[in-house]
């Protein structure tokens, strides 16, 4: 039996990965590690990127290590400055309001207990499905994550890490992409093992 191919009706949200938020944001290279392995495996598994800034002109670009909307670099199908805190502009809802059926939403980003919050609540709202990727959200204040994951759990949404939702979303070993991924996974294992540690402690 041919191993069937991962499940398509995916998108990435990078919230409000900024320059001005580094020294801020509580274990901030570690986000940032995260949202790398997931846009290396968005391209592998074919999973459409979205980003958004927060008030750019004041809190600037999108971290230049994610290599956004570059030559070489990962292509967004909307990167999106913004004022509010959820990411569901007007902009990114009508897109997937273009789709024959609501994706499921895997996000990364900061604030965990704002924007993150404020995403997520506000896509639940409207039918889909969404991750949050708990080694790839934080806070400045970091007491503030895990009671933001604890509301948007009991709110419906699925609270996991990176390499168990990479797994998920493959299903069977089988299929062609699993070799990209097993790699990336193997590539970046000590990073995903140092992330958890400093993100994921309960």
């Known amino acids: 039996?041919?191993?069937?191919?991962p499940l398509r009706?995916?998108?990435?949200?990078?919230?409000?990965?900024?320059?001005?938020?580094?020294?801020?944001?509580?274990?901030?290279?570690?986000?940032?590690?995260?949202?790398?392995?997931?846009?290396?495996?968005?391209?592998?598994?074919?999973?459409?990127?979205?980003?958004t800034t927060?008030?750019?002109?004041?809190?600037?670009e999108t971290c230049s290590e994610l290599r956004l909307d570059v030559a070489g670099g990962f292509a967004t199908k909307i990167?999106?400055?913004?004022?509010m805190f959820s990411m569901c502009t007007p902009e990114i809802m009508s897109f997937f309001a273009q789709s024959?059926?609501?994706?499921?939403?895997?996000?990364?980003?900061?604030?965990?207990?704002?924007?993150?919050t404020q995403t997520t609540l506000d896509l639940l709202r409207h039918g889909h499905k969404v991750y949050v990727l708990a080694d790839g959200v934080s806070s400045c204040n970091k007491e503030e994550v895990p009671v933001a994951l604890a509301r948007l759990r009991a709110e419906g949404a699925t609270v996991t890490t990176s390499e168990s939702f990479l797994y998920e979303c493959m299903g069977d070993a089988g299929i062609a992409e699993f070799k990209e991924i097993a790699?990336?996974?193997?590539?970046?294992?000590?990073?995903?093992?140092q992330t958890l540690e400093a993100l994921c402690k309960i």
């Open 183 to 193: 790699k990336l996974v193997k590539e970046t294992k000590e990073s995903t093992s």
């Open 54 to 60: 927060q008030n750019r002109a004041r809190l600037g």
């Open 79 to 83: 990167h999106a400055d913004k004022t």
């Open 100 to 116: 024959a059926s609501k994706p499921a939403v895997i996000i990364t980003g900061i604030e965990a207990h704002i924007c993150v």
């Open 1 to 5: 039996m041919v191993a069937s191919a």
């Open 9 to 51: 009706r995916l998108s990435e949200s990078i919230c409000d990965l900024q320059e001005k938020f580094r020294p801020a944001i509580h274990e901030y290279p570690r986000v940032i590690a995260t949202a790398q392995k997931m846009l290396r495996a968005s391209q592998i598994l074919d999973i459409p990127v979205f980003a």
